[in-house]
């Protein structure tokens, strides 16, 4: 069975933001994950993480003004001292949350631009927060995001270009984060993907197709996938990032039908130490 954290941007939002970490951890959850700390003083949510047992599995760095649409600055041409300073901020956090892992999102250009600008500031920004994020021992992911319902425009929209992106990049600490909801969305095709691809994936996500609720509630074979997963020996972690449909305790119940993953024969278990 994967390992699982929940997403507290999706779920427990019944209470206040700071609450939701016991409530996570009262479900039994280890790891949390959400989009911006950036609100919070970063202390705040390290005694919320230590008082509830919980491993700060992700967060982005800061992504532009998303009250105006804005979803994120790597991608963004004249946006580049902004996006350097973001990527500092987010180490600052990341240290202190004991993160090791932040996610950047390529964003939504504006109208007009030229693909090779986009381009080019795309494979800057992201060489110089891979770089940077290394030496802090931090990894840096890209998330693949669907164009087609949840974010129009956005420029890195299918796990192909993600990953030829990546390839551009050549970076050894730029990672793929595989949104198993988006993926669906813009190019299915999931578990060949995933086998193919795993040693470049560093954080997954889950949500069903259509509606981005509960695994389970939709179209996607997860009971296939997280099998495969396991399969594959897959150690990251997986983020349960969706829309409860009747509240976010009662929506657990999917959980209980993930297998647990086959014991190792022995002589694998011995050899793997
Ligand atoms: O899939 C998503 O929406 C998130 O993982 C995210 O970081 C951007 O909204
Ligand atoms: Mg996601």
Redesign the pocket.
């Known amino acids: 069975m994967p390992r699982f954290c929940a ?1 507290l ?1 999706f779920l427990f939002t019944e209470v206040p933001f700071l609450d939701r970490f016991e409530r996570a951890a009262r479900a039994g959850f280890t790891g949390v ?1 959400y ?1 911006s700390p950036y609100d919070y003083p970063a202390a705040e949510l390290a005694r919320r993480l230590r008082d509830n047992g919980l491993q700060q599995v992700l967060f ?1 760095l800061p ?1 532009g003004d998303w009250a105006t649409g804005e ?2 600055l790597a991608a963004l041409p004249g946006r580049e001292a902004e996006f350097r300073d973001g990527v500092e901020r987010a180490i600052d956090y990341a240290c202190e949350l004991g993160c090791t892992q932040v ?1 950047a ?1 390529a964003g939504v250009p504006r109208p007009g631009l030229r693909p090779q600008e986009i381009r080019l500031t795309l494979l800057g920004n992201l060489r110089h927060a891979a770089s940077r994020l290394a030496e802090a021992g931090i990894r840096l992911l890209v ?1 693949p ?1 669907n164009s087609r319902i ?2 129009p425009g956005f420029c890195i929209d299918t796990p192909k270009k993600a990953l030829s992106l990546i390839e551009s990049v050549a970076e050894p600490n730029l990672w793929l ?1 595989y ?1 198993v ?2 993926a669906q969305i813009m190019e299915g095709n999931l578990a060949r993907t995933l086998e193919a691809n795993l040693e470049r994936i560093a954080h997954i ?1 889950v ?1 069903d197709v259509p509606g981005r609720h509960e695994p389970g509630s939709g179209e996607i074979n997860y009971p296939y996938l997280f099998a495969l997963l396991d399969r594959l020996g897959y150690a990251g972690w997986v ?1 349960c ?1 969706y829309r409860p449909q009747a509240g976010s305790e009662a929506g657990l119940g999917w959980l209980k039908g993930v297998a647990p993953a086959p014991a190792m024969p022995r002589a694998e278990a011995l050899a793997a130490g």
């Open positions: 997403n941007g994950e989009m982005n992504s979803r994120g996610n999102l998330e995001i949840d974010m984060q949104d909801y988006h996500q949500a983020g990032e």
